[in-house]
C-alpha cells in the first residue's frame, strides 16, 4: 500500500518561509512601535547632569579618607543650612556625606543648592566634624557656581582650599555678594570669619 506524504517537502519549505517572514513583520512592527518611547541613552546624559538649583556650594576631600567634613551655607537673611539643618528659605543640603559611615559610592562630596537667586551676601563655612582616619591636615576644595536660567548653564564663579587641622574646626571658606542679577558683586569676595555652626546651636 503506497504511503501517504500529508506534508509534501516543498509544501513544508513554503510554511517555514512564511513563518519567517511573518515572525519578521511582526518584530519590525514592535520595533517602530517602541521607538517614540525610548530614552536615547546621550538625552539622559545631559539631563542627569544638569543641576537643578540656582546657587550651587560645592565640597570635595579626598576619597579614600574616613572624614566627616560638613559644609555649611548662608544665604542673604536665612538660617545656615548644614547637615543638622538640611533646609532653609533658599538653600537645602542634598548630599550629607558622613566619611566611610553608609557610603556606597565611596565619594567624599557634599553639595547645597538655592532656589532662587537672592540678592546680598553668602557665606560658606566648611567644618571637621570627625576625622577617623586621623589623617591631617584635612584639605577640602570648595566650589561656587550659579544657574541663572532654569536651562542654562552653571558657571564657576569662586574656587578654594580650605585647610583643617582639627576635629571640630569650622573654616569660613569665603563670602560674597551677588546682585539681583545674579553676578557677582566686584570687590565683594573675602573670608573673614563667621561661624554658621554655632549659630545654629
Not at 530614552?39 to 546624559?45: G, H, I, K, L, Y
Not at 560638613?70 to 538660617?79: T, Y
Request: one cysteine or more; hydrophobic letters at 40%; aromatic letters at 8%.
Amino acid at each position: 500500500m503506497p504511503s501517504l506524504d500529508l506534508f509534501p517537502e516543498e509544501d513544508q519549505s513554503g510554511t517555514v518561509f512564511r513563518d519567517v517572514i511573518i515572525l519578521a513583520l511582526c518584530g519590525f512592527v514592535a520595533i517602530v512601535l517602541l521607538l517614540p518611547h525610548l530614552n536615547s541613552p546621550a538625552t539622559a546624559a545631559t539631563e542627569s547632569i544638569t543641576p537643578p538649583g540656582n546657587v550651587i556650594i560645592e565640597a570635595r576631600w579626598l576619597d579614600h579618607m574616613d572624614t566627616d567634613v560638613d559644609l555649611w551655607v548662608e544665604a542673604p537673611g536665612d538660617a545656615p543650612v548644614g547637615y543638622s539643618n538640611k533646609g532653609g528659605t533658599y538653600f537645602n543640603l542634598l548630599r550629607d556625606d558622613l566619611g566611610y559611615l553608609a557610603d556606597a559610592a565611596e565619594i567624599n562630596y557634599e553639595v547645597s543648592y538655592s532656589r532662587g537667586i537672592p540678592s546680598g551676601e553668602y557665606t560658606v563655612n566648611v567644618h571637621l566634624y570627625r576625622n577617623l582616619s586621623g589623617t591631617y591636615p584635612v584639605t577640602v576644595k570648595v566650589v561656587a557656581s550659579v544657574k541663572k536660567t532654569a536651562g542654562g548653564a552653571a558657571a564657576h564663579i569662586l574656587t578654594t582650599e580650605v585647610v583643617l587641622h582639627r576635629e571640630r574646626q569650622e573654616f569660613t571658606a569665603f563670602r560674597f555678594r551677588l546682585d539681583s542679577n545674579g553676578e557677582l558683586v566686584p570687590g565683594s569676595v573675602h573670608n573673614l570669619s563667621k561661624a554658621l555652626l554655632s549659630a545654629r546651636t
